[in-house]
Structures are given as structure tokens and as C-alpha cells.
């Protein structure tokens, strides 16, 4: 059954938090370390990099990486494919984090490859993080090849969708935290019918939430399609 896939951006302010983790602990746990606290803290100058399929929550942990950091008062560098004038690296920066390195152009993959230098430079005495992130490894990545080797050198994790089992648990928890009730009916339908990524499974029901209070209906299958009909 061909499923559709939700139009439906990355909901604000993610955080490791609300990563729902899956089989991607050690993933999660290395993130949580490397993202530490304080001014003072030495990040180590081995680079990270996170990949896997679109949705399985590679720029949900990147954003959380970002904003954790720039909750302790930290400069950091953010570069993506959407992005066309990336910045001039800062000595400001205690980390780069950049994100869609798939789909880097020439441009971008010339300021990720000087970024990836200067956060790295030995003389400088203080090596920054580097964190990226594709939906290749590293090796089949199509950029040039002194970027591709650098973004392969430290730590590589796969991410991994959360398996249907989980997915029903984390909709059945979300539900149960919102106070509404999640038919066994509903959610076949939504998992079935839907995009496996959890994040716009997880967007889809809060805003059927929301219906379902307008509408003064409770969440059925019917009201599901009535929703959607009516975006």
C-alpha cells in the first residue's frame, strides 16, 4: 500500500530529550557527552558524523546538539544545503555543526572542507567539535574527496528507525501524555497509510488533537480523513 508522506517540517526546540532513541543509544549517549557543559569544557577534536536514511532523526539530534550548546552561552557554526552563502568560520565557535552533506555544492562543500580545517588546526590549541550529517557513509558520500575522507576519520554512527513495536509505544505514550485516546483502529491507519519518520507521525497526531478539540469529535478514522481533506 503506498504510503503518504507528510509535508511536515521538524516541530521547534529539539532536544536530546525528545529524541525518541530506538536501537540508536550509543549514538544519543556519544552526542550527550560530546555536547558537555561549560565554557571550559575540551571537546575532542575528533570529528562525529551521523547518517541514515531521510527521517530517521539525524537533524533532530543535530539541532538538539546545536541548542544545547548555545544554551551555555556558546558560538557555533550551523551550515546546511539550504544555506547558499555560508559563513566565514569564527574563532568564536566552540563546534561546527553541519547538517545535508549530501546535497553540499561546490560552495558549500568548499566552506564545510575550510571550516573542518580551522576548527581542527593543531596550533591553534584549541580544537573544535566537529558534527555532520548525511544519508550516506561517509565513503559514498558525492563530495570531494579530501571532504569525504575528513568526514569518515572519527566517529561514524547509523541511525536507525525505530521499528514498528516502538513507534506504537511512543504514539500510545504521546497520546496518553495529551490526554486523548488512540484507538488500536487509528493508529493502524496512521502507520500504514503515513511516513514511517517519527517526527511527522508525531506532528500528524498533534494536530488531530487539535481537530478533534474544534471539531468536538473524538479521534476516529473518519475524523482523521475529514482533517486531512480539509488542510
Not at 123 to 130: D, M, Q
Not at 178 to 207: A, H, I, N, P, T
Amino acid at each position: 500500500m503506498k504510503q503518504l508522506a507528510l509535508d511536515i517540517g521538524l516541530a521547534p526546540g529539539p532536544t536530546f530529550d525528545r529524541f525518541f532513541v530506538g536501537t540508536n543509544e550509543e549514538a544519543l549517549a556519544h552526542l550527550r557527552l560530546s555536547v558537555g557543559s561549560g565554557h571550559n569544557y575540551v571537546r575532542s577534536p575528533v570529528p562525529t558524523y551521523l547518517w541514515g536514511e531521510s527521517g530517521c532523526g539525524k537533524t533532530h539530534l543535530l539541532r538538539a546538539a546545536y541548542e544545547a550548546l548555545r544554551e551555555q552561552g556558546q558560538s557555533v557554526g550551523w551550515l546546511d544545503a539550504s544555506v547558499s552563502d555560508p559563513a566565514a568560520f569564527s574563532e568564536r565557535w566552540v563546534a561546527v555543526i553541519m547538517d545535508e552533506v549530501h546535497f553540499y555544492n561546490s560552495k558549500q562543500q568548499a566552506a564545510a572542507f575550510n571550516w573542518f580545517i580551522n576548527a581542527l588546526n593543531p596550533a591553534s590549541g584549541n580544537p573544535r567539535w566537529v558534527l555532520a550529517a548525511g544519508e550516506l557513509p561517509p565513503a559514498d558520500l558525492p563530495l570531494r574527496d579530501d571532504l569525504r575522507s575528513r568526514l569518515g576519520w572519527g566517529h561514524v554512527f547509523q541511525l536507525h528507525f525505530l521499528d514498528e513495536t516502538e513507534r506504537r509505544k511512543v504514539l500510545r505514550q504521546e497520546a496518553d501524555a495529551r490526554g486523548v485516546f488512540l484507538s488500536d483502529e487509528v493508529m493502524d491507519y496512521m502507520l500504514k497509510r503515513f511516513s514511517r519518520d517519527l517526527g511527522s507521525l508525531m506532528q500528524l497526531l498533534g494536530k488531530l488533537d487539535s481537530y478533534s478539540l474544534r471539531e468536538k469529535r473524538a479521534i476516529t478514522i473518519p475524523l482523521l480523513k475529514d482533517m486531512l481533506q480539509h488542510e
